[in-house]
């Protein structure tokens, strides 16, 4: 049982590239999300999903895209990478009763 | 949307001492409140949550309460220890999603 894992753990991207982070968790959970956390900052939903074929934004989506074909996976895809998202991105996901487990995180800088 | 706001964004006590740390919320269909504890580097981790039909709940130097009328909960870590030292974040549930607040640095001062 390996929990959340997502991939990679370090990135650097360069302006305008594209890429995706993966998330995957084998709790059999409903709910993911992915967060985001800036230096010295809190989190901040980015997408979340609750279920697979369900997505909706969380409080800051764009320049974010999401899926959700599986149970199983949620990845986040950085469309034009900017400076501005370069930041700790984290997945979660839970089952019913709102408890949430962080993955181990992806550190992000775009130059 | 949800707001929550958290009390202190630093707070620095001796060994031994009580930390108290305060969260309100804004949603009044907010049900479940959990506490997570992140150290430097690491992933947020689940140290405590209640729900909405309890007032109190402890385990061992961890205790949360909650205010549901006056719409705020706390975290209380009793004889402090170095290694609570850490950002301790509060959230609440909104529909499906959880909103943290903005999180509160713990020094534990040996």
């Known amino acids: 049982n390996a929990g959340v ?7 650097v991207l360069k302006t305008g590239q594209s890429m995706t982070l ?7 959970h409903e709910y993911m999300s992915w967060y985001r956390q800036d230096p010295g900052m809190g989190l901040r939903l ?4 609750v279920g697979a074929g369900i997505t909706d934004q969380g409080e800051v989506p764009n320049g974010y895209n999401v899926s ?17 998202q370069t930041s ?5 996901s839970g089952g019913r009763g709102n408890t949430i487990y962080f993955g181990e995180g992806s550190w992000l800088t775009v130059v | 949307g949800e707001n929550v706001e958290q009390h202190p964004s630093t707070l620095s006590v001796q060994e031994g001492d009580s930390a108290v740390i305060k969260c309100t919320y804004s949603d009044s269909a907010s049900n ?5 504890k992140q150290e430097l580097g690491k992933r947020p981790q689940l140290i405590i949550d209640i729900r909405s039909n309890v007032g109190e709940k402890k385990d061992q130097r961890i205790a949360v309460t909650l205010n549901k009328t006056a719409k705020h909960f706390s975290l209380h870590i009793t004889e402090t220890q170095p290694e609570d030292s850490a950002v301790y974040f509060c959230a609440t549930n909104a529909g499906n999603m959880l909103t943290f607040g903005g999180g509160t640095r713990l020094m534990v001062k040996p």
């Open chain 2, 32 to 36: 479940y409140f959990p506490w997570y």
């Open chain 1, 68 to 84: 959700r074909s599986t149970t199983e996976d949620f990845p986040l895809r950085l469309l034009s990478a900017a400076p501005s």
């Open chain 1, 22 to 28: 993966q998330c995957a968790q084998d709790m059999n």
């Open chain 1, 46 to 49: 980015i997408h979340y999903s």
């Open chain 1, 5 to 11: 894992t997502q991939t990679p753990k370090f990135q």
């Open chain 1, 88 to 92: 700790v991105y984290f997945c979660a």
